[in-house]
């Protein structure tokens, strides 16, 4: 059975930071593509930062600097590392993982794979 399960979310003050993980279990960890997405109501859901199998990033401009994606695949887990953490960044956030078989794009379009069941973070003083 797949499985994707996020972890790490929670309520943190502005300039604070966070990090989450996504389990992975079920499929060949490393031959997968990850993102990190987020929504908030009423929003399409959004991809903010992608790794391809070779380590390559991509991170959309709003969190470009201040959000890492990692993978590790001795812990099949990926991670989104978020510092300087913003009102703006309040959402539910999302991990999806595809076999990556095209190139990557950081969107819910491409990522028709596997996704989790998100995670609520919020930015508040």
């Known amino acids: 059975e797949v499985q994707l399960v996020e972890s790490g979310g929670g309520l943190v003050q502005p300039g604070g930071s966070l990090r989450l993980s996504c389990a992975a279990s079920?499929?060949?960890?490393?031959?997968?593509?990850f993102g990190w997405f987020r929504q908030v109501p009423g929003m399409d859901r959004e991809g903010i930062a992608c790794?391809?199998?070779?380590?390559?990033?991509y991170y959309t401009d709003s969190v470009d600097g201040r959000f890492t994606i990692s993978t590790d695949n001795n812990k099949n887990t990926a991670y989104l590392q978020m510092n300087n953490l913003k009102p703006g960044d309040t959402a539910v956030y999302y991990c999806?993982?595809?076999?990556?078989?095209?190139?990557?794009?950081?969107?819910?379009?491409?990522?028709?794979?596997?996704w989790g069941q998100g995670i609520q973070v919020t930015v508040s003083s």
């Open positions: 790794i391809k199998t070779d380590g390559t990033t």
């Open positions: 999806a993982a595809k076999y990556q078989d095209s190139p990557l794009r950081c969107s819910s379009k491409w990522f028709r794979g596997y």
């Open positions: 079920g499929f060949t960890f490393g031959d997968y593509a």
